[in-house]
């Protein structure tokens, strides 16, 4: 594997409330230099739950999504807080977004989204040993609560408002470590 | 479900060569006014491509990533251009990311990365049939190109340089897919 490239200068170009840009001039091994543009993520990164109700199932949300202009049906997650760990803000998206805490919180791994352009990341935790506990949040409605069956993810996996990257990925992981569980 | 908040205003606030940051406002059906920040993407979407070299082997790269300034082992991808197919745009992709071009393409489905506050979306396009064919590309320095047996995927995800969601689902969902067709 080569070097990593070197970072000759790093810039903010832009900067608004919720996004900061910058711009890296870099110079790989081979000697090449090139100006790259990067999203310099919130610090303290995010996180994404899996709450398992139970052996089977699974709470996700439907939620207005700016981005793309529709509701969309995904896994529940949050920016993690400053003085925070990770467990602890997996807990409270929970009871603000679904309205269940859990006795069992586990780390299982982290994604990134766009390593290319964006430094974001996030923690994905399992939640299980659920019971109901809500936290107000800072949503602008009622977000709607949907369980869905992990022996029925193709059929989620075919609606036109399931198209999470991340969600998706931590749904496939965590009915492949149940079967393996189980299994076992 | 609720009715879509309607767009009260929409004003860019912030552009950079990669990068448009739009401001929304939002009126939601319960009367709640909200402000939000998003990011426009490009407005021919991306590719990611699932290359199948043999029965069970695809193929991945490993490639700097400025984002999160490590090298990363993913799926090939990459900007549709301006009257492009996707379809002929996952070809392109292959062809100067990995060096082979197929004669069997197909758009499996395709994914978001954070529709909260991204547009972007990116089709999946499984490729099979492969030959050896390169194309130039833009790249920096040349691209690492990895086998890697699907059957050895949990393998990959314990890696701490295979993070990126969007690859990590859409190998989840190629992997059941064959294994469906295997026993049919």
Same mark, same amino acid.
């Given at each position: 594997?080569?070097?990593?490239? !070197?970072? +000759?200068?790093?810039?903010?170009?832009?900067?608004?409330?919720? *996004?900061?840009?910058?711009?890296?001039?870099?110079?790989? %091994?081979?000697?090449?230099?090139?100006? /790259?543009?990067?999203?310099?993520?919130?610090?303290?990164?995010?996180?994404?739950?899996?709450? +398992? +109700?139970?052996?089977?199932?699974?709470?996700?949300?439907?939620?207005?999504?700016?981005?793309?202009?529709? /509701?969309?049906?995904?896994?529940?997650?949050?920016?993690?807080? #400053?003085?925070?760990?990770?467990?602890?803000? #997996?807990?409270?998206?929970?009871?603000?977004?679904?309205? /269940?805490?859990? !006795? @069992?919180?586990?780390?299982?791994?982290? *994604?990134?989204?766009?390593?290319?352009?964006? %430094?974001?990341? &996030?923690?994905?935790? *399992?939640?299980? @040993? +659920?019971?109901?506990?809500? !936290?107000?949040? @800072?949503?602008?409605?009622?977000?709607?609560?949907?369980?869905?069956?992990?022996?029925?993810?193709?059929?989620?996996?075919? !609606?036109? @408002?399931? &198209?999470?990257?991340?969600?998706?990925?931590?749904?496939?992981?965590?009915?492949?470590?149940?079967? &393996?569980?189980?299994?076992?």
């Amino acid at each position: 594997m080569p070097e990593k490239p !070197r970072i +000759l200068s790093a810039a903010t170009i832009a900067r608004t409330r919720l *996004f900061h840009v910058e711009q890296v001039g870099l110079e790989f %091994s081979n000697g090449t230099v090139v100006q /790259y543009e990067r999203l310099q993520a919130s610090s303290h990164g995010a996180v994404l739950v899996v709450p +398992l +109700l139970e052996d089977d199932t699974v709470l996700l949300i439907r939620e207005y999504a700016a981005g793309v202009h529709r /509701y969309e049906l995904a896994l529940p997650k949050g920016l993690i807080e #400053a003085g925070e760990d990770l467990l602890r803000a #997996a807990n409270r998206e929970l009871m603000e977004e679904v309205g /269940y805490a859990a !006795r @069992d919180l586990r780390h299982l791994t982290s *994604f990134t989204l766009a390593p290319g352009y964006l %430094s974001h990341v &996030t923690h994905v935790v *399992f939640a299980k @040993d +659920l019971y109901p506990q809500r !936290r107000p949040g @800072d949503e602008p409605e009622e977000i709607e609560v949907v369980p869905w069956r992990l022996s029925q993810l193709p059929a989620l996996l075919s !609606r036109e @408002d399931c &198209t999470e990257a991340r969600s998706i990925a931590a749904l496939y992981m965590v009915r492949d470590m149940l079967q &393996t569980e189980a299994r076992e």
